[in-house]
């Protein structure tokens, strides 16, 4: 007898490359939740700028802008005014009397004369409140005095003052100090004091200074010729 026959063995099961993406494609998205309403990007809203800030950077603009101008304004007018202080000087000084007697008591008069001047060329100046006191030895003997006046442009005043002291009573320094300015022919005398100035510079505003003079004078004696060996003095403004 002949053998039976062999069963075949059924052939093995190939995939090709196209059902296998299919069936993965198809298990990952069976796989995969289904959302019937996907959530969308979230963005955070800008909050808009407080009214405030535009009306602080508005006025800081504005105020910066007017200090520019005035700074520009003024610049323009010092250029074209080229403002000088206005000053005052002693230009002349004479010791015309030198009295004391045995009872210590002092008496002396003294011809000054006291020049204003403006050296502006486009502005009047204004001079008030101008007083001096006249010291010898740190005792006042008289006060110089002057009313508000002014001084034209690039020019001067001269001021005459004949300074007669009232009787002064001398203490043992300033007696010593007058014998011994009579024997080294010098009378030493002080005058101190201030005086206010204003001018104007054009549009621009006005300009103020308290200008203060404090002179060293020194005299011959009036027997000599009583006339002044001291430099000149002025103002020094503030």
Not at 1 to 15: D, G
Not at 22 to 47: A, G, R
Not at 200 to 222: A, I, N
Request: proline share 9%; with cysteine; net charge positive.
């Amino acid at each position: 007898m002949l053998p039976p026959p062999l069963s075949k063995a059924p052939p093995p099961f190939f995939y090709d490359d196209v059902s296998l993406s299919l069936s993965l494609s198809l298990s990952l998205s069976l796989s995969m939740p289904y959302e019937e309403n996907p959530k969308k990007p979230f963005y955070i809203p800008k909050k808009a700028t407080n009214p405030f800030f535009w009306l602080a950077a508005i006025a800081c603009s504005i105020l910066a802008s007017a200090v520019i101008i005035t700074c520009l304004v003024v610049f323009i007018g010092y250029m074209v005014y080229k403002p000088r202080i206005p000053s005052i000087a002693v230009t002349y000084a004479h010791l015309d009397r030198l009295d004391y007697d045995q009872y210590s008591q002092l008496q002396t008069q003294i011809t000054l004369i006291v020049t204003a001047e403006n050296d502006n060329r486009r502005a009047h100046a204004r001079f008030s409140d101008l007083r001096f006191l006249l010291y010898f030895q740190g005792l006042p003997i008289a006060d110089l005095r002057a009313a508000s006046f002014d001084v034209p442009k690039n020019s001067s005043l001269p001021l005459h003052y004949v300074v007669q002291s009232a009787p002064v009573p001398l203490e043992g320094g300033a007696m010593e100090e007058i014998n011994s300015g009579l024997q080294n022919n010098k009378i030493p005398f002080t005058l101190k004091g201030s005086v206010r100035t204003r001018w104007r510079l054009g549009g621009v505003g006005s300009v103020k200074f308290t200008s203060h003079l404090y002179c060293y004078l020194e005299f011959f004696p009036p027997f000599i010729n009583g006339s002044s060996i001291s430099k000149a003095c002025g103002t020094k403004s503030q």
